[in-house]
């Protein structure tokens, strides 16, 4: 792997109706290259690791609810 980025740049856009990440070309480089090494799409990696998260919050969120409604 040849991933020797200064600074990785992702960038939040709203627009009406919308809200996007932006990834400069230096920042998708790098998770292409990551991707390819993994033998997987850069898109593929990336929505993995989105649905990953939403699953951690919504874990995280049903934990805290039983939390607090057990210590009342």
Known sequence: ???KPTTLS???VETPGDIALV???RTWKV????ANSQEQS???MITR???ACLG???EDNM???QILRGSG
């Open 49 to 51: 690791a989105v649905v």
């Open 56 to 58: 951690e919050i919504r």
């Open 42 to 44: 850069t898109k593929h």
């Open 10 to 12: 992702i960038e939040w």
């Open 63 to 65: 934990v805290l609810n």
């Open 31 to 34: 998770f292409e290259e990551v």
């Open 23 to 25: 990834f400069d070309k």
């Open 1 to 3: 792997m040849n991933i």
